[in-house]
């Protein structure tokens, strides 16, 4: 409970930006590699963005390559998604996550989710 907390969805019009924040308990933070998910209604959810722990290595979905970026800061056990350039197809509900540190673009521990912030983008 409360061990990963997304915030920073919002409504904008295509084009726009958005930038998601994840705070996480120091345990489930530490050490661990990061990711971001997504889900849109009626669909599965989906890789978006990844980090490792030291921050060199990042992985991202093809459909948000050069618009998205992650980011984190260990200090304050918070991972961040840059977000331009937005489409009405990066509606969604975003949830941030531990992945595994060798696959990036598989989650950590399954079933393994804080609320979700949504993201909504208008034509």
């Known amino acids: 409970q409360g061990q990963l907390v997304e915030s920073g969805g919002g409504l904008v019009q295509t084009g726009g930006s958005l930038t998601l924040s994840c705070v996480a308990a120091?345990?489930?933070?530490?050490?661990?590699?990061m990711g971001w998910f997504r889900q849109a209604p009626g669909k599965e959810r989906e890789f978006v963005a990844a980090?490792?722990?030291?921050?060199?290595?990042?992985s991202y979905a093809d459909s948000v390559k050069g618009r998205f970026t992650v980011s984190r800061d260990n200090a304050k056990s918070t991972i961040s998604l840059q977000m331009n350039g937005l489409l009405p197809e990066d509606t969604a509900l975003y949830y941030c996550?531990?992945?595994?540190?060798?696959?990036?673009?598989?989650?950590?521990?399954?079933?393994?989710w804080g609320p979700g912030t949504q993201v909504t983008v208008s034509s």
């Open positions: 996550t531990p992945v595994n540190p060798k696959y990036l673009n598989l989650p950590l521990i399954r079933n393994f």
């Open positions: 120091t345990r489930t933070f530490r050490a661990n590699a």
């Open positions: 980090i490792n722990w030291s921050g060199s290595t990042t």
